[in-house]
């Protein structure tokens, strides 16, 4: 499960998350392609956008269901953003 005082600094505010146990495996850059980019220098996931509809929201819990060592969080109380 993510660690949310282990979110990366390049995650955009908002409810999803990557924190610093992602091993860059590309599946969440694959699933939901507008969230989530490379940060290249270090070699890791974070969320470049929020989810802006359905379908983005979708794919970005299809993106957290799937990683590999659930590096992918998403905040349910608003107050932990």
């Known amino acids: 499960?993510?660690?949310l005082t282990q979110r990366?600094?390049?995650?955009?505010a908002g409810r999803f998350y990557v924190d610093r146990t992602c091993i860059d495996c590309e599946l969440c850059r694959?699933?939901?392609p507008r969230n989530f980019v490379r940060q290249d220098a270090e070699g890791y996931s974070y969320v470049h956008r929020q989810p802006r509809?359905?379908?983005?929201?979708?794919a970005c819990r299809a993106a957290m269901a799937?990683?590999?060592?659930?590096a992918i969080g998403v905040v349910t109380c608003p107050s932990e953003t």
Do not use: I, L, R
Request: net charge negative; glycine share 0%.
């Open 1 to 3: 499960m993510a660690d």
């Open 8 to 12: 990366v600094p390049e995650n955009v």
């Open 30 to 32: 694959e699933k939901a």
């Open 53 to 58: 509809d359905e379908a983005e929201e979708a």
């Open 66 to 70: 799937e990683c590999p060592v659930e």
